[in-house]
């Protein structure tokens, strides 16, 4: 845990998060485990997140690095906090 001051007076504490030099492989693989442990398919999964499937693959695969909006989108569509998704991907 860290403590991480906003001003003189205020610290809030929250977890360290472990760097990675590459960060969407693990992102990526965490959604597809996810998606095929719900039994979905990219297809139904991208519709859902508002997203093509060409785009969604390329997260999977690690070869893009989605935007916060993407991963709330993906997250929702899942039926996961975005918290526990960022677990699920440090597990990789």
Known sequence: ?????????????????????????????????????????????????????AHLSKIERGLTNPTWGTVLALSDALKISIAALAARSEAH
């Open 1 to 53: 845990m860290v403590c991480v001051v906003y001003d003189a007076s205020t610290c809030e504490t929250v977890p360290v998060v472990s760097e990675s030099s590459n960060p969407q492989p693990a992102l990526g693989a965490a959604i597809r485990e996810m998606r095929i442990e719900r039994g979905t398919t990219q297809q139904h999964l991208a519709e859902a997140a508002g997203m093509t499937v």
